[in-house]
Every structure is written in C-alpha cells, then in structure tokens.
C-alpha cells in the first residue's frame, strides 16, 4: 500500500490535486495563474467579496495579470473563485498568501496569518500539504502555523501531511521576471514535507531550490530584503552627503556604475515604498530581540530611509527660500504617488509622506499619477489626482518628482514648471543643466 506521501505526489505530478489559494493579492492571483496554466484545478479564496466577485466575472484587478490571461482561465473552470473556507475540505493543496504588515509599535502584525491558519485548521486532513508564502519572521511555519493545523488535529507532519515555507519573490510590473520563471526556494519542516511541496511548485515554476528547513527559506527571503533595504539607505546617505560637499550623486553613481566587477548600482530616493523592502527586514530585527541581539545595521538603514521624506521637504524649503519664496502658501504638485514606476501600488510609498509633510508646513499639495486616481493621505483625507497635468504643472509654485513614470513627457513638464524638484533624476542630463531643477 502506498504511503501518504507517495500517493500525494502521484496526484501533484499528473495534476489531479485540487489546488487552493489563500489571499488573491498581487501575490495569490499570479501564483494561482501560474498554477491554473500548468493544469491544475485552483480555487482562490478571498474574504473580499469584490475580489472574489471580480474573479468569478474573469476580470482581473491587478497590472501583473491581464483579463485576457484571466478569463479562458475562468470559463474553462481551472481557476474559480470563493469567499467560503468550507471549500478548503476538497483540497489537497494550500498556499497561504496574506498580508504580513508591522504594526505602528514595529512588531509583526500577524493577524492575516493567523486567521488563515484558523480557517485551514477547521478542514485539516490527512494527505495536505501546506505551504506558506507570506513574508515572515525566521520560525513562523514551525512555532505558529505547525502546532495549530497538524499537532491541535493529531496530525503527524511529514507523514499524514506537509508544511512548508517558500517565499513569495513577486515584483509588481516587472516583466523579465515573474511567478513562472523566478526561482523558487522551499523549505520544508521535514525531508518529506520539502519533497512534497517541490514536487507540487514544481509542476508550475520553472526552477524550484530546496534548502534544509522552513527557517533557512525565511531567512533567505529576509536576507533579500534586507541587502536592498540597507544598501538603498547607504546611497540615499551618499546623497545628503554629496549635497552637503556640493557633489553631483547621480554623476558619482553613474561613474562608480562603471565598474564591471564589486559593484552593483543602486540610487537615491525621497523613501523606501512596497510591502516588502521597508517592513520585512524589521522582522528580523524583531524577531533577534529574542535572542538578546540588535540588527544594528537594519535600525539604522530603517532609521535613514524613514527620513528621506523629511529630508526631500526640508530641500525644497530651503530651495523655494533661495527662489524668495516660503513654502507655507506655495502650490506643490506632486508628480507620481505609486512607490514605483509605472505601477499602480501606493503600498508604503514616500509620496504618502512627503503629501503629509507638506501640508503640514502649510502647502497647497496636489499630485498627479495615472495609474492612481484617488488616494487616502495619513490623515485620512482623500485627494483625486488631477485631471489636467499641464495646467496643474504651470499652476505649481513647486513640481514634486517622487515617481517617475514613463509616461510622463519630462521635457514638456520642464518647459512648463516655474521650479522642479527632482528625487529621482526622472529629468536625467536636462535637469542637471536647468537652473529651473533642484536634483536630490
């Protein structure tokens, strides 16, 4: 008679397991995709009646996955959508893909997790593997998830059923890269629970790394995170320093770029945005409080990047001053809300914070985004994004280069603005040589 395990990996590889998405984000909803491509039968479930909805109709909600992907998808019943957990007594197969913000105290705020878990632990059974892909701190699959879904339902991991944890690596509005061909890392409780789980991604992803455990997985996504986290704080610091001896940083970058070896490019910006690069490395930083140890170099880098919105205020101040002008009173535009390029995330984005200072030195502060019409400021007001650039352009005291899509026509922004501050170098050679443009 064949093992459990044998018998869930014959169902993996020739795509009779049913498949189950928990959260159906700008991670669920690739992942399930992908999935549903491969050919297997995938039920993404969401509490957010909209989403759910949305998906039923075969209309997608996100950049990354177009309707026209979505819908054969839909009509041919290989992805199907719910709000109702019960579904989760079918499956056989369950990715967890949930939010996993920091609360305003810097501890993880664990709630998401902890109530998928509790929905998924009601329709445990024998022959499940589990994989977790939200971002978390280093034992959250052993410590939290672990004793709730196998050991409260007696349960044996490994052998009646299999946990994991594997990374989400999704980069909104990136192309080269997605769910199907960025490598996958997984990391199981156990041998079997990662054979399981690579048996299963493997189906779908193009490249699957195994590694010992669930911690050695988490730690690597962390690990990720944090190389970006710190060495964006290390330029943005090269920046205020390049200011302050009268130093070109993007002429400095740009030189060191030259490099072909040791070095790797990164550049400045008005703050760290997404849901990722500000927040996961903090849970590490938490999490090795525990252990009597301070991850000195990730409280600075959150230290010096959570300032740059401040500090980008403070240059147009100083720089409206020099015009003869104060910046209680002036009209700012600012140009880009999403936390990236031609995206429509506004996740943790600095645009949010330099909105918030602004008009708290007493601005007039519109924006313009395309990709957002509306946005709720910190204070909770909401403000529409402008319906004609140009004359908001002309309009401006000050243009606010926080995010610098594609789209816009910076050449005719320039023409048109009476004083540009650029945090991102969006005017490149133009606005180096423009009296006009103050460059971060």
């Known amino acids: 008679m064949a093992s459990i395990k044998t018998t869930l ?3 993996l590889k020739d795509k009779t397991a049913r498949i189950a998405i928990l959260g159906m984000g700008y991670v669920g909803l690739p992942l399930a995709v992908v999935f549903a491509e491969a050919g297997f039968h995938v039920t993404g479930i969401d ?10 109709k075969g209309v997608s909600y996100i950049p990354d996955i177009s309707t026209e992907r979505l819908t054969p998808l839909v009509k041919s019943g290989q992805l199907k959508a719910s709000t109702d957990f019960s579904a989760l007594k079918e499956m056989d197969a369950v990715s967890i893909c949930v939010p996993t913000p920091l609360r305003k105290t810097g501890d993880p705020d664990m709630s998401f997790i902890l109530s ?6 009601k329709y445990m059974h024998k022959g499940m593997v589990v994989v977790l892909e939200s971002t978390t701190y280093p034992g959250t699959t052993r410590e939290v998830l672990l004793p709730r879904l196998g050991e409260a339902n007696g349960l044996a ?4 059923w299999f946990l994991a944890f594997s ?3 999704v980069d909104p509005g990136r192309e080269d890269y997605t769910t199907l061909n960025t490598p996958k890392v997984v990391g199981g409780i156990t041998q079997a629970c990662a054979e399981v789980a690579a048996a299963w991604y493997g189906g779908a992803i193009q490249h699957i790394h195994l590694v010992s455990s669930a911690e050695a997985a988490e730690m690597a996504k962390l690990l990720e995170n944090t190389f970006r986290m710190i060495n964006i704080a290390m330029v943005n610091e090269m920046a205020i320093m390049c200011e302050r001896m009268g130093v070109d940083v993007w002429e400095v970058i740009e030189a060191a770029a030259t490099k072909p070896f040791g070095f790797m490019k990164f550049t400045p910006g008005p703050g760290l945005g997404g849901h990722c690069i500000p927040i996961d490395p903090l849970y590490l930083s938490w999490k090795m409080k525990a252990y009597q140890y301070t991850a000195r170099f990730i409280e600075l880098a959150s230290d010096i990047n959570t300032n740059m919105p401040r500090y980008v205020v403070t240059r147009i101040l100083e720089a409206l001053n020099e015009r003869g002008q104060a910046l209680k009173g002036a009209r700012c535009l600012v140009l880009g809300a999403a936390y990236k390029p031609d995206n429509d995330d506004i996740r943790e984005s600095p645009a949010l914070d330099v909105i918030s200072l602004l008009q708290k030195k007493g601005a007039t502060v519109e924006y ?10 910190h204070e909770g007001a909401e403000m529409r994004s402008v319906p004609d650039l140009m004359r908001a352009v002309r309009a401006a005291d000050v243009v606010v280069a926080v995010t610098n899509h594609a789209v816009y026509d910076y050449q005719a922004i320039l023409e048109a603005a009476k004083f540009i501050f650029d945090s991102r170098n ?6 180096k040589e423009s009296s006009k443009v103050e460059r971060l």
């Open 9 to 11: 990996i014959e169902k």
């Open 157 to 160: 991991v490994g052998e009646d």
């Open 47 to 56: 509490p957010d009646k909209r989403k759910a909805g949305s998906l039923i």
């Open 167 to 169: 990374p989400e690596r």
């Open 368 to 377: 313009h985004d395309p990709y957002i019409p509306t946005l709720k400021t």
């Open 116 to 121: 998928a878990t509790e929905q998924l632990a």
């Open 426 to 431: 969006a005017l490149g050679k133009a606005g």
